[in-house]
């Protein structure tokens, strides 16, 4: 590899040959000048600098008149700014134009060194750093997959897994990115399992259980909601826990994140089924026989999440003596999204404020059928960074910028999550049999029992029963299911797409965040 090369301007060059000396036995190169107008026409000429150093009081052009032009030149050259005090006023303006760090007058070698392994050797240290802690914690996962015992230890086992995903996405170690993917799969087979054995019990002993879909709101929003305070709940359709800690740097510049919590998705992990959960207060089964005009099975035509809104005032009408004001906004269109920022003070008339937000999961769904976004979001890393880069520039961060204003609480959560799917599972089904890739449910499916978590009497899992003898069948981990008729085909056209549906950590442990304005 070759040496760093570092230009350096400075009108005192005789003063630096202690540092340049010193520098060079380390392997660093070094063009030196001695003004801002030879260091712009050293770099215009050869561009091969790695790092610019440039002194604050330079004859002539300044420091920071050099700095401004070398980053109209190239915004992401790393910038060291050298100066004789630490002249707020300077330094403010110096960092305001971007210098990657400065350096106060005189200038030790080894400071130098530090700032130039910080700037150039940093990806590659952070690397070393990552991978040696991972291995380190590698064993202790495997020993907790294989040892855990309750949900609050795979819920831990999942955070530190998706902490590792996140670690490992900045140092860039292919090969021990795909060790990581590994363990998740290992740790998602168990997490099925543990599902499988637990998941009726959850049902039958709602004391006993983690919170779910269908005691969300009762649990988590209810308790927050008071006279003269408004709660504004955001439910962001498919939102995986990683994808919010890929979103939360943003949010945590004018948030104070209060609490970061988990809930338990229902099965099946849908749209249709947990999101009507959550806002009716019920499991599907209850809702269907209580509201049965706002029900719609698989195998129905029409919308299946048309009556949400009714279903959180009849949720609300049986929490409270007198009925708060809530408003429910169901953001599906760009010109929805677009008007809300503007229409944030409506928000605030509200003890609750409902906003759904449905960017993410069509952003999934879009993806496998749009060839430009299967690269955009070829993977888990991709598919975090597209989240942010959304987020970052979307008008429910600008609706946010403007509620951090006022005296508001904030719940960032969603319904569930999604699994990029790698593994096919062979099913026969007749022509009513639902076509989700991740459950299917129907009178006479035909499945090798080992492939799935079944459920043969729905009712008992508080799910419809759109026939007496219909079951329902769920993926585990990555699979996806497929069809013996044109299988290669679907095969090729499926794999690698997200979706959800099933069971996996990524789709069933969902986030809920507590905001407070800083």
């Known amino acids: 590899m070759e040496a760093a090369k570092i230009l350096w301007a400075d009108d005192e060059l005789d003063l630096l040959k202690p540092q340049v000396y010193f520098l060079e036995k380390k392997g660093y190169r070094f063009v030196l000048v001695s003004n801002g107008h030879d260091a712009l026409e050293e770099y215009t000429q050869h561009k091969d600098i790695d790092v610019v150093f440039l002194d604050e009081s330079m004859p002539g052009l ?63 240290l952070v690397q070393e750093k990552t991978t040696s802690s991972y291995l380190q914690d590698f064993r202790n996962i495997s020993l907790q997959i294989n040892s855990v015992s309750d949900l609050k230890g795979w819920i831990e086992i999942y955070k530190g897994i998706i902490g590792w995903e996140l670690k490992l996405d900045q140092s860039e170690n292919t090969e021990m990115t795909n060790i990581l993917a590994t363990q998740k799969t290992e740790a998602n087979n168990e997490f099925a399992k543990f599902v499988g054995k637990h998941y009726q019990e959850w049902i039958d002993k709602p004391e006993k259980a983690p919170i779910m879909s269908h005691r969300l709101i009762k649990e988590k929003i209810i308790p927050l909601m008071a006279p003269n305070k408004t709660v504004v709940m955001i439910l962001l359709d498919n939102l995986r826990f990683d994808q919010w800690k890929a979103i939360e740097p943003k949010i945590s510049e004018r948030y104070r994140i209060h609490e970061e919590e988990q809930f338990i998705s229902i099965l099946p992990t849908s749209t249709q089924y947990s999101r009507n959960a959550i806002f009716a207060g019920m499991l599907p089964a209850q809702i269907e026989q209580r509201y049965e005009d706002w029900w719609l099975n698989d195998n129905e035509k029409g919308g299946k999440n048309m009556h949400e809104s009714e279903l959180l005032e009849k949720q609300l009408a049986r929490h409270f003596k007198t009925m708060p004001k809530f408003s429910y906004n169901k953001i599906t269109q760009v010109q929805d999204a677009k008007a809300l920022p503007d229409a944030y003070a409506n928000l605030l008339d509200n003890q609750l404020s409902v906003i759904v937000y449905n960017f993410i999961d069509m952003l999934s769904h879009a993806r496998t059928e749009m060839e430009v976004l299967k690269e955009l979001a070829g993977d888990e890393k991709a598919y975090r960074s597209l989240t942010s880069s959304w987020f970052s520039n979307s008008p429910l961060w600008a609706l946010l910028q403007k509620l951090a204003e006022k005296k508001v609480t904030v719940v960032i959560t969603t319904d569930h999550g999604t699994i990029r799917v790698k593994s096919p599972v062979k099913v026969v089904g007749d022509r009513e049999t639902t076509t989700n890739l991740r459950y299917k449910v129907g009178r006479n499916l035909n499945y090798d029992r080992k492939d799935v978590f079944e459920i043969k009497d729905p009712k008992k899992a508080g799910l419809p029963s759109p026939n007496l003898s219909s079951t329902f069948i769920f993926t585990k981990n990555d699979g996806f299911f497929l069809y013996p008729n044109n299988y290669n085909y679907y095969h090729n056209y499926f794999l690698h797409s997200f979706q959800h549906g099933g069971i996996s950590m990524e789709e069933m442990i969902c986030p809920i965040i507590t905001l407070f304005p800083k």
Do not use: C, W
């Open 62 to 124: 300044s420091g920071l008149e050099t700095l401004a032009k070398f980053k109209a030149i190239n915004p992401n050259l790393p910038v060291v700014m050298i100066t004789k005090n630490e002249t707020e006023n300077i330094m403010e303006e110096a960092i305001g134009s971007q210098i990657d760090d400065y350096l106060i007058k005189p200038v030790n070698p080894h400071q130098v060194l530090l700032t130039l392994k910080k700037l150039i050797d940093n990806k590659r």
